[in-house]
């Protein structure tokens, strides 16, 4: 069943995103400067969502999954209300990449990316970082659980309410969003998806030492202040790269291919990878969360230094700089 979830709500993630960046072309706007500021209001979003959930105490409720299924029916509704997008007023002069006819046919025509080795490392890295992504999206909230004692309850509002202490990160991950382009004007790619697994390896260290203690709630915190960078940086900055790197005629599905990638094949690493680990520290029902996160801030290093030494192009996937005005 959750399969079937997956299968029906990660194709809406590129296809909002492709709508929005055509919308924005027809309408004359820059992607690098309008798209940010759009995309918050999808965070917004999420922390409505997540405090309406926290407070109304279905966060153990399968209530909660109903409540999102009207709403979801609600939006495709509103959906139908909305312009009509047009490729055909899509207008590129790049004309770098030569797509076989059978591959455009079958839809594929993205792959053709791959022939390019930094646009192939650039995919291959977000991937592994959409693996970390799943790793605390799955985890997050038990692991809050855990922490979240009868006795610290009572003195911890975050320990009462732990999908609002988890807000926190979409809170960050507003303020991150709304600098994105002025980043990726000043240091390009490359830098945006070090600093990026630098977050990874911080958000998952601070999760470690944290706990509902005044010396652990710093650090539970710092890991949801560090989260905004770690998610924006190599997600929404990673699909405004896209966008700007390919022609026009495969834009749509290279964010295809760019959200397989780190919502579809990375998520099933981290899945197994984590499901493992967790089954591995869990002794008499008591889980090692100590190792567990110190385990994937080793993994967060370990890539940071690898994406060092493998990807040496020039610094950066080339941007359209003109497009981040």
């Known amino acids: 069943m959750m399969m079937l979830n997956f299968f029906a709500y990660m194709p809406t993630i590129s296809l909002s995103n492709t709508v929005s960046f055509i919308a924005m072309k027809n309408q004359g706007l820059q992607i690098g400067c309008h798209f940010p500021a759009i995309r918050a209001l999808g965070t917004i979003g999420f922390i409505v969502a997540m405090w309406a959930v926290s407070l109304a105490g279905l966060e153990a409720s399968r209530s909660q999954l109903y409540i999102a299924a009207i709403a979801s029916l609600v939006l495709s509704i509103y959906s139908l209300t909305l312009p009509n997008i047009s490729l055909d007023t899509e207008r590129s002069s790049d ?29 291959f890295f977000s991937m592994l970082l959409g693996s970390l992504l799943q790793v605390t999206n799955l985890f997050g909230s038990p692991f809050l659980h855990d922490l979240a004692t009868p006795e610290a309850k009572i003195s911890n509002i975050f320990a009462r309410y732990p999908s609002m202490l988890l807000s926190l990160s979409q809170i960050s991950e507003v303020v991150f969003i709304l600098i994105i382009p002025s980043v990726m004007r000043k240091f390009g790619i490359k830098p945006i998806i070090m600093i990026s697994m630098i977050a990874w390896c911080l958000r998952f260290t601070f999760f470690a030492y944290g706990n509902f203690s005044d010396t652990g709630m710093f650090f539970l915190i710092s890991s949801m202040i560090v989260y905004g960078c770690a998610f924006d940086f190599f997600n929404i900055a990673g699909s405004m790269a896209v966008d700007l790197e390919v022609p026009a005629k495969i834009r749509a ?18 899945f197994i990878i984590s499901g493992k680990l967790i089954d591995h520290l869990t002794i008499n029902g008591k889980r090692d969360w100590h190792t567990f996160w110190l385990t994937f801030a080793g993994y967060a290093l370990c890539l940071l230094i690898v994406f060092l030494i493998t990807y040496k192009n020039a610094g950066a996937v080339p941007l359209n700089v003109n497009a981040l005005d």
Do not use: E, Y
């Open 95 to 123: 004309n770098d990449i030569k797509i076989p006819s059978w591959l455009s046919r079958i839809g594929l025509d993205a792959l053709c990316l791959f022939r390019k080795k930094h646009m192939a490392l650039f995919m």
């Open 253 to 270: 599905g290279a964010q295809g291919l760019f959200t397989t990638l780190v919502s579809g094949m990375g998520p099933c690493l981290g």
